[in-house]
C-alpha cells in the first residue's frame, strides 16, 4: 500500500521592512540579496540596500514607473512607465544605454522571457466604444514585444484595451496577456501567430455605484513549469467601482485544452475581500504567492499549493502590495507597496510611503 502524500506546508515570517520614497510599483532582484531595486509613483528607478535601509535613485521616467526587470547576464536593468517608454540602464556604469518609446499610452506591465532574450510590453486605453460602454478598439497595438539586446521590435499583436497583464511560457515558447474584460490571448513566438483565446468574465464587473462603467479585469499571471496551464488572479465582480469589495480571487486554465478548461480557483471559504494585484511562483513550482490590497477579510498576502489549489499560509501585510517576488534560492519573499499617505503627510519631514517587506520562507 503506498503511504500517504505529506500535505505541504508553509512557514512566513517578517524579517525586514524599508521605507521608500514613494509607492513602488515594480520590483527586481539580483543575486545578492542584499540589494535590490523599485521603481515607484514618482517616475524613479531606485536602489535599495537592504542592511543599511537607504536608497539612491539610479533612473526615472516622466511618470509613474511601472514595471522593473533584471537582466544577470548583462548587468541590466529594463524599466518601463506610463509615460509608454521602457529604458535600458547599464548598472556597471550607472548610465542609461537605451531609452525606446514603445507605446503612444501608458505601460501596464512589463516582464522578459526566462532566457533573457525578450521583453514585453502591454497597454491600451479604456474608451467606451458603443452604447452598452465595452471598450473601444485598439488605436495602437496592444501588445509589443522587443529583443533585449538590441531592443529590436521582434513582434506587435493586437489584442483589445487596456491590456493590463502578461506572461512568457516557462519554455520562452508562449506569451499571454490579459485585458480589463477578463480576456486572455496566448501567442506561438516562434510562429508569430495567436493559439489560444477565452474570457472569464469573473474578473470584471459593471459599476452601478458611482460610477457606470467597467472595472476590474486581469492583474497578473504566470505559466505552469510545464507552460501547459496558465493561473491569473485580480478581484472577483463588484457594483461598486470605488469600494474594491470583490473576491479575491485566483483561477487556473489548461490552456492547451479546446475549448479552454478552467482547472481550478480560490476555494470557499479561503478568500476575503480585495483587488489581487500581483502572482509569483516558486522556484520550486509548489506553491505561488498572490498579494493585494485588502477590504474585507483576514490577509492580503496569501500562499497556495500549486497542485491542490489549497491555501497554505496567509497575513495581513499592513500595506497595499502591489509586487511580490520569491528570490532565486526561494528562502525569501519580498513584497513591495505603499501605506496610506495620510499618517505621513502630517509630518514637516518628506513622505515616505513606500514600503519594501521581506520574509523568510521555510
Not at 503612444?104 to 479604456?126: C, E, H, P
Not at 506561438?188 to 476590474?216: M, N, R
Not at 480585495?274 to 493585494?292: I, R
Request: aromatic residues 10%; positive net charge; charged residues 20%.
Amino acid at each position: 500500500m503506498d503511504s500517504p502524500k505529506k500535505q505541504l506546508s508553509v512557514k512566513v515570517k517578517q524579517i525586514q521592512e524599508i521605507k521608500l520614497p514613494s509607492a513602488a510599483l515594480g520590483l527586481a532582484l539580483t543575486e545578492d540579496d542584499n540589494f535590490c531595486h523599485v521603481t515607484g509613483m514618482d517616475g524613479g528607478v531606485h536602489k535599495v540596500n537592504i542592511d543599511s535601509k537607504k536608497t539612491k535613485r539610479i533612473g526615472e521616467h516622466q511618470s509613474y514607473a511601472a514595471s522593473l526587470e533584471y537582466l544577470s547576464n548583462q548587468q541590466t536593468l529594463i524599466s518601463a512607465g506610463y509615460d509608454g517608454h521602457i529604458i535600458w540602464h547599464d548598472l556597471v556604469k550607472g548610465s542609461v544605454y537605451r531609452n525606446l518609446k514603445a507605446h503612444d499610452f501608458w505601460s501596464w506591465q512589463m516582464k522578459i522571457s526566462a532566457n533573457g532574450s525578450r521583453l514585453a510590453s502591454v497597454t491600451g486605453q479604456y474608451v467606451c466604444g458603443g452604447y452598452k460602454y465595452e471598450p473601444a478598439l485598439e488605436t495602437e497595438p496592444s501588445v509589443c514585444v522587443y529583443d533585449t539586446q538590441t531592443g529590436e521590435s521582434l513582434a506587435k499583436f493586437p489584442h483589445v484595451p487596456p491590456v493590463q497583464s502578461l506572461a512568457f511560457s516557462p519554455d520562452n515558447r508562449f506569451l499571454a496577456a490579459g485585458n480589463l474584460m477578463g480576456e486572455i490571448r496566448i501567442w506561438d513566438l516562434k510562429k508569430s501567430e495567436q493559439v489560444a483565446k477565452w474570457t472569464t468574465g469573473d474578473f470584471t464587473g459593471w459599476g452601478i455605484i458611482k460610477g457606470h462603467y467597467y472595472t476590474g479585469g486581469i492583474f497578473d499571471m504566470f505559466f505552469s513549469k510545464d507552460s501547459n496551464e496558465i493561473t491569473v488572479c485580480g478581484m472577483g465582480s463588484t457594483r461598486d467601482p470605488a469600494a474594491g469589495n470583490g473576491k479575491q480571487l485566483w483561477q487556473k486554465f489548461a490552456w492547451r485544452n479546446s475549448p479552454t478548461k478552467k482547472l481550478d480557483e480560490t476555494h470557499s471559504g479561503e478568500h476575503g475581500s480585495g483587488l489581487m494585484e500581483t502572482l509569483d511562483q516558486h522556484p520550486s513550482g509548489n506553491y505561488f504567492v498572490m498579494a493585494g490590497r485588502l477590504f474585507k477579510g483576514s490577509w492580503n498576502v496569501a500562499l497556495f499549493d500549486t497542485a491542490s489549489g489549497r491555501l497554505l499560509h496567509s497575513l495581513d501585510c499592513g500595506m497595499r502590495c502591489i509586487k511580490a517576488r520569491f528570490n532565486a534560492a526561494g528562502n525569501k519573499l519580498y513584497i513591495a507597496g505603499a501605506v496610506s499617505q495620510k499618517n505621513d503627510i502630517k509630518k514637516k519631514d518628506k513622505p515616505n510611503f513606500g514600503r519594501l517587506k521581506i520574509f523568510n520562507i521555510s
